[in-house]
């Protein structure tokens, strides 16, 4: 660790098998916070290369107890990095009923709050989503439902070796970014929305090291790490190795302007409001901006070859039904589930 560490600050990028070693010191009981620490802080300074984010991920995914089998390949998540403190309600969970209702199977990664007022896990938790499953149940929501919750703290319990170290830095280290990469599934396609506007072609290329054939990163109007209709939204599609960068207005795909602070959320009780009034049709911003991030995901998945066609399956989605039934089977199936154990 002190090799790889002293390479690091002298301002040297470790190679993939270097971040992988590292990895495995930095969730081995054996190494010490303060190493730990310097590490983080070490790599933060320097700035991290995708070489060094792809081994961390690789490492995580490698200890996982839920890594599931390469059957769910058709699989697609939609989860943010969080962290743009823009206290929105949960667009991309809402989000992930919708794509699902389009046919796409969804295995969506997600946590408690961190930097948010309400996290994914939470707004679940209080629509009656259980959140901790076994590697065989998660699979079987999977394969009868479309979609399925995977909560981070289930899924990699080794994230608390470094949750002290983290919380006592106080400053974004890496693991700021990895938390949409994580995803156990072994997924081909992605969307994935990052609060750093800078690290969108950084983040294609550690999805394509990973193996998606097609992923969208977005960083929307007011440095949202999910689309906004705010204004102009930045994105990068990763499409079978090649990247291309592109800006989307929401005028674009004949969706009205609307500010952020229209969309914000509030605890998991209303934020859950929020989610079911969409999925039940009800009209506005929360909808406009969930049509806008559900049509992203569409598109990311390849389902749709336009935004604007992917804007209208979404729509499809909520209008037949078909989305609220993904949250209404998932409530079923997970708790009956847990009733038979």
Same mark, same amino acid.
């Given at each position: 660790m002190k090799t790889l560490l002293k390479k690091v600050m002298e301002k040297e990028d470790l190679t993939l098998t270097e971040m992988e070693e590292a990895a495995r010191f930095i969730f081995s009981e054996e190494t010490s916070d303060i190493a730990i620490g310097a590490f983080l802080a070490a790599l933060k300074t320097k700035g991290e290369t995708v070489d060094e984010i792809t081994g961390l991920v690789n490492v995580l995914l490698e200890i996982s107890p839920l890594a599931l089998p390469d059957e769910l390949a058709g699989a697609m998540d939609n989860?943010?990095? %969080?962290?743009? %403190?823009?206290?929105?309600?949960?667009?991309?969970?809402?989000?992930?009923?919708?794509?699902?209702?389009?046919?796409?199977?969804? *295995?969506?990664h997600g946590n408690r709050s961190i930097s948010s007022k309400t996290g994914s896990a939470d707004v679940l938790e209080h629509l009656g989503v259980p959140l901790e499953f076994t590697r065989p149940e998660t699979y079987a929501i999977l394969k009868q439902n479309g979609i399925a919750f995977l909560f981070a703290p289930n899924v990699h319990p080794a994230m608390k070796r470094a949750m !002290?170290?983290?919380?006592?830095?106080?400053?974004?280290?890496?693991?700021?970014?990895?938390?949409?990469?994580?995803?156990?599934?072994?997924?081909?396609?992605?969307?994935? %929305?990052?609060? +750093?506007?800078?690290?969108?072609?950084?983040?294609?290329?550690?999805?394509? !090291?990973?193996?998606?054939?097609?992923?969208?990163?977005?960083?929307?109007?007011?440095?949202?790490?999910?689309?906004?209709?705010?204004?102009?939204?930045?994105?990068?599609?990763?499409?079978?190795?090649?990247?291309?960068?592109?800006?989307?207005?929401?005028?674009?795909?004949?969706?009205?302007?609307?500010?952020?602070?229209?969309?914000?959320?509030?605890?998991?009780?209303?934020?859950?409001?929020?989610? +079911?009034?969409v999925l039940e049709g009800n009209k506005g911003p929360h909808r406009d901006t969930v049509l806008l991030n559900a049509g992203l995901g569409i598109f *990311?998945?390849? !389902?749709?070859?336009?935004?604007?066609?992917?804007?209208?399956?979404?729509?499809?989605?909520?209008?037949?039904? *078909? *989305?609220?039934?993904?949250?209404?089977?998932?409530?079923?199936?997970?708790?009956?589930?847990?009733q038979e154990v």
């Open positions: 989860c943010g990095t %969080g962290g743009d %403190g823009s206290q929105s309600f949960n667009i991309s969970t809402t989000s992930a009923f919708v794509i699902a209702g389009a046919g796409i199977t969804v *295995a969506k !002290k170290v983290r919380r006592e830095l106080g400053v974004p280290t890496i693991f700021n970014v990895i938390g949409p990469l994580t995803n156990p599934v072994k997924l081909t396609s992605q969307l994935m %929305g990052t609060y +750093r506007r800078d690290s969108l072609e950084t983040m294609a290329g550690v999805l394509h !090291k990973l193996g998606r054939k097609r992923s969208l990163i977005v960083n929307g109007a007011g440095y949202m790490d999910e689309a906004s209709l705010a204004g102009e939204n930045h994105l990068v599609l990763l499409d079978r190795g090649e990247i291309m960068k592109f800006t989307l207005k929401p005028e674009e795909v004949n969706l009205p302007i609307v500010e952020n602070d229209l969309i914000r959320g509030g605890d998991a009780k209303e934020n859950a409001e929020i989610l +079911r009034s *990311a998945n390849g !389902k749709a070859d336009t935004v604007q066609k992917g804007v209208e399956l979404a729509r499809e989605s909520i209008d037949s039904g *078909a *989305a609220l039934a993904k949250l209404e089977n998932l409530i079923s199936i997970s708790n009956n589930m847990k």
